[in-house]
């Protein structure tokens, strides 16, 4: 080497030292400034560290997790294959590109460098999770509880056990849902893993261990709503009405404009009652201060204050049938006792009624009244102003035609004669009877028979209660039915159906046209 030579290696030598300390430099003040939250600026400086470094993993590494953090999805994938592009086997790199991946939604891939973080780094918890979380936006649910179960056992945190026991509730596997929730919350005293054994006792049937839990987790996070809101649904489920009323009311004052809420609070006010005067009436007008055109609201209010409307609005009919015909028929038969198939059928039987050709089933609902009247009948059709309870009369296979139309407007359209026309819990939604006794009489056959049920009222020949439904008098039912050319042939008491625990009264009434 010559003497010229060993300068200029000494020189490319220095400056490569000093390249590298002003690199080391720019990149711990990126660090510094990502500790202060100053995003735009540590970004500069980890891309002066790599202009003066290029490649550098740990400097690509740290970049594309502070893109991903700016809410840079496509910079901060670059950044990071980049990294692994230098070394393929950082555990790291690679969970920070699976989460990016997650991010976009790219399912497939984030499960794939997940996977691959794992066996880069063996006991790597939160990859496991991460996996878990991917196969699960899969659908691949038996490797997602797998490696939920796998992260909560390595890490024995709260987190990866609450994970794992949201899960198996997903999976509906309530009692593994417990053992880890249950894990959870003695890791974690905090309302999310109480609220999440509250979950897995409701799933198991256990209300009372669930209101248990759940009231620690409202303990826990007063200013919550879900903790309150599920206390409420557990009372409920418990018969404890005054309780409640009571969480529904805290779920309410802690967001006043979280309609479940505040639409099962005025449910149950109008069915229990209340002791705070003008609740009901209040929570109604909040409802309409949150929708203007809701009719539910405007309905139930008119009921509150006592006005009398023609009929109920028949958007809130179909909205209010549609929204539990997942559970009408249980709700119907098991909770709440309803009669109207067994009134029916009693009704026809004392009148004699064997079989007759034709028949209506006005409001049909899920079809428990057409199931009574079917072995009697041999033509059934139904109409329903809900599709969804159509769709389960139609399920039950046993009529021959349904429509979809207001009851009202449907025996105006046709001209088809019937033999017998029926309606269980219909009229309770109309106050003024005389439009539908008007089309029932010109659809009925001559000697033709119209079986309804009413709740009674004692008093006003039409009430509107708080509960949306309407009551008529014996008086003024025999005295419409006479208008319309029908005559009464059977009035009979019995009760409708339990509300919060007592009967409703009501009438049985059979009326027949001229033969």
């Known amino acids: 080497m010559s003497d010229v030579d060993d300068p200029i290696a000494v020189g490319a030598e220095a400056i490569a030292r000093v390249r590298r300390a002003l690199a080391e430099l720019h990149y711990n003040q990126a660090i510094a400034l990502t500790a202060a939250g100053r995003l735009d600026d540590a970004v500069g400086h980890y891309d002066a560290a790599l202009g003066l470094a290029p490649g550098w993993p740990e400097a690509l590494d740290n970049l594309g997790a502070l893109h991903a953090a700016r809410g840079q999805p496509d910079a901060a994938a670059l950044a990071l294959r980049a990294a692994l592009a230098v070394d393929a086997t950082r555990a790291d790199t690679l969970y920070n590109l699976a989460t990016v991946e997650f991010m976009v939604g790219d399912a497939a891939g984030a499960a794939a460098h997940f996977a691959a973080a794992a066996a880069a780094r063996p006991g790597f918890a939160l990859a496991l999770r991460g996996e878990a979380q991917a196969r699960a936006a899969l659908d691949e649910t038996s490797a997602a509880l797998a490696l939920a179960v796998q992260a909560a056992e390595l890490a024995d945190d709260a987190d990866a056990c609450a994970y794992a026991a949201m899960l198996h509730l997903q999976a509906e596997a309530p009692a593994e849902a417990l053992r880890w929730a249950t894990r959870a919350a003695a890791l974690l005293d905090e309302a999310g893993p109480h609220s999440l054994v509250g979950a897995a006792h409701a799933a198991l049937g256990d209300h009372a261990a669930a209101l248990a839990a759940y009231a620690r987790a409202a303990a826990l996070a007063p200013d919550r709503l879900e903790p309150h809101f599920n206390c409420a649904v557990m009372a409920e489920a418990l018969l404890d009405y005054p309780a409640a009323i009571a969480h529904f009311r805290r779920a309410h004052a802690v967001d006043r404009d979280h309609r479940p809420a505040l639409i099962n609070l005025t449910r149950l006010l109008i069915d229990v009652g209340h002791d705070q005067p003008g609740e009901l009436a209040a929570c109604l007008e909040h409802m309409l201060a949150l929708d203007p055109d809701d009719p539910m609201a405007r309905h139930l209010l008119d009921g509150v204050r006592g006005h009398v409307s023609a009929v109920a609005p028949p958007r809130y009919i179909a909205e209010m049938f549609d929204a539990v015909a997942d559970d009408y028929d249980a709700m119907m038969l098991d909770r709440l006792g309803y009669q109207g198939p067994t009134l029916v059928t009693d009704a026809l039987t004392a009148l004699g009624v064997a079989r007759c050709a034709r028949a209506l089933d006005l409001g049909c609902g899920s ?85 309804f049920t009413v709740e009674e009222s004692t008093d006003d020949d039409v009430r509107l209660h708080p509960t949306g439904r309407y009551a008529h008098h014996r008086d003024y039912l025999t005295r419409t039915l006479a208008a319309h050319g029908l005559a009464t042939v059977r009035v009979a008491a019995g009760a409708l159906r339990v509300q919060a625990g007592q009967p409703v009264p009501g009438l049985v009434v059979a009326a027949r046209a001229a033969g």
């Open 367 to 451: 079809g428990l009244i057409g199931a009574t009247l079917r072995p009697r009948v041999g033509w059934l059709g139904g109409v329903d102003l809900a599709p969804r309870m159509l769709a389960l009369a139609e399920a039950r296979g046993i009529y021959d035609r349904l429509d979809h139309a207001d009851v009202v407007e449907h025996l105006r359209a046709g001209d088809d004669r019937f033999e017998l026309i029926v309606a269980g819990d219909v009229m309770i939604y109309l106050g003024d009877l005389a439009p539908v006794f008007a089309g029932v009489r010109a659809r009925l056959a001559p000697g033709g028979l119209w079986l």
